[in-house]
């Protein structure tokens, strides 16, 4: 690789780093409950050495980013008296920034340097690939094992290296430890382990070919069983939450995966994720520029499949791209779906940098060589500030981005956490959620905030949780601070009739009960 193109893609990370690092303990706002069930099973796992690879609580999640997590909140609390959210989001700017770089390399070996490098641009400052690397869920690892894994199986079929294979097929194991969008990933794989079959046996060199597909093999079957054994034993956890949203509860599941995979095709350029945690307002995932690169690149693809030009790269992008969108079609709910289809970034920048070497290359042709650098180079600046604004800007400072992830909770964890720890205090959860050892989801974000998800915690902290019927269990002659969870007026009144002992606090996030 060149100095040239060595000091671009440092450029590149240097962005990536930026729009992924920069004001993450603000920005997003508050810690959504799913993010904070994440931190509490991290920390729940390093209080009792209890590190598992499949984690059942709130519908059941894979063990690996929970686990890194761990590592992180164990290193940051040497430092920190409590928790806070960006202790878990930055493993996701770390995971974020190598993704970008992982694209590159793959694109590069798939295609050449110039759209490889427009592709990790164009990643590294997407709203969409930024979003998701500042929060703390687990798909995060899905762009990022993947472009990795695919890269170095790519890399074992032209070097004919064995440590290639050994690393794509450890990589491409870790992949099934993450969000359950991957499982469909292997159809990638068999599509590469074909066409290559096919090169190798015309070269007559079926011998390599099956040396490097056994090595990858062994060291995929390694990785993968733990959690493949686990998912024997409890067969329950397999899809998760996946069945609820399927289109096959619904009575036409045709028409239900046409729907979903239409929403899919049009989220890049028309409309998005309305989900203000996934994207924001719906805008499309794709910049006006990207976007249009992007349906440049998509029918320079397709027009060489059209015209029979059956070439690796193009087949490679049309099949991660159909493969990748299935997680996404074949479910119903929140579609376009942003999250669900994670793993079609690195292929969609895919499309985007065939698209903008295609005009670089027009633009040459047409006017001068410095004309054309000037062109695209005003292209890159106006989607860098494109979506430096949506995101930094107008989202992160919007009302409905700080709802969105519970910033008022968040707020509530933290005004516990000023308190003295011999004062008696309640947490009324009166907010609806998937229950978690009894306690409804919502209530993850404040034991995550005041460390207190353990009943020992809780003891410790003098910190407890209570439900909308557990009022009754309440010790009048106590002196207490009770706060709900919710602003809500019948709870006011209720509180107010209940205990005529009690002092009305307002606060701008949430409401103080005091008992004197």
């Known amino acids: 690789m060149s100095k040239k193109i060595t000091t671009f893609i440092l450029l590149i990370l240097i962005i990536a780093s930026f729009f992924r690092f920069a004001n993450l303990t603000s920005i997003p706002p508050g810690l959504y409950p799913d993010e904070a069930m994440n931190g509490n099973n991290a920390l729940f796992a390093l209080e009792n050495n209890d590190f598992r690879v499949y984690y059942p609580e709130n519908n059941g999640r894979e063990g690996l980013f929970i686990n890194i997590q761990a590592l992180f909140l164990k290193f940051f609390l040497s430092f920190s008296n409590y928790p806070q959210a960006w202790m878990l989001r930055i493993v996701s700017a770390i995971f974020g920034t190598l993704t970008v770089l992982g694209v590159f390399l793959l694109i590069k070996t798939v295609f050449n340097s110039q759209i490889a490098l427009f592709s990790s641009f164009f990643l590294a400052i997407s709203f969409w690939h930024v979003n998701f690397s500042r929060i703390g869920f687990r798909a995060i690892l899905v762009p990022f094992l993947l472009s990795w894994s695919l890269y170095w ?28 969008a991957f499982r469909v990933a292997p159809i990638i794989i068999l599509f590469i382990l074909i066409y290559n079959f096919i090169h190798f046996r015309r070269q007559k ?15 995929f079957i390694i990785t993968i069983l733990p959690i493949a054994l686990y998912f024997l034993h409890n ?29 899919t095709l049009l989220m890049f350029n028309f409309v998005g994720d309305c989900n203000f945690r996934h994207n924001f307002s719906c805008k499309p995932e794709l910049d006006f520029i990207a976007g249009a690169f992007f349906l440049i690149g998509f029918y320079l693809i397709i027009k060489k499949v059209i015209k029979k030009q059956f070439d690796f790269a193009s087949l490679f992008l049309i099949v991660w791209f159909l493969v990748m969108a299935m997680p996404v079609s074949f479910t119903y709910e929140g579609v ?50 494109i979506n430096y604004n949506l995101y930094f800007l107008k989202w992160a400072n919007n009302q409905k981005t700080y709802y969105a992830f519970n910033a008022n909770y968040y707020a509530l964890g933290n005004y516990l956490n000023q308190l003295p720890k011999e004062q008696l205090k309640y947490i009324l959860v009166n907010a609806n959620g998937v229950l978690v050892n009894n306690i409804p989801m919502p209530a ?3 034991m995550f905030v ?3 998800y353990s009943p020992q915690n809780q003891q410790k902290r003098n910190i407890f949780y209570l439900l909308p019927s557990d009022l009754d269990k309440l010790n009048n002659s106590q002196s207490f601070i009770l706060i709900p969870l919710e602003k809500d007026e019948k709870t006011k009144n209720l509180l107010l009739q209940k205990f005529s002992n009690l002092i009305f606090e307002e606060n701008k996030n949430f409401w103080i009960f005091k008992s004197i």
């Open 205 to 219: 060199e079926l011998k390599t070919f099956l040396k490097i597909i056994l090595i990858w093999f062994l060291f």
């Open 153 to 180: 199986l790519i890399k074992a079929f032209q070097n004919k290296k064995m440590g290639s294979a050994i690393f794509s097929g450890i990589f491409f194991g870790l992949g099934f430890y993450t969000y359950i």
């Open 444 to 446: 993850q974000t404040v």
């Open 450 to 452: 005041t460390n207190t």
């Open 336 to 385: 376009p779906h942003a999250l669900r289809s994670i793993g079609l970034i690195p292929c969609v920048f895919a499309f985007v940098g065939i698209g903008a070497s295609k005009i670089y290359q027009l633009t040459k042709q047409n006017f001068s060589s410095k004309t054309g650098r000037y062109l695209i180079l005003a292209f890159l600046f106006i989607s860098l500030a």
């Open 235 to 263: 067969p329950q956890d397999f899809m998760g939450r996946a069945t609820q949203v399927s289109i096959f509860e619904k009575p036409n599941p045709l028409w239900e995966f046409i729907k979903s995979f239409v929403k």
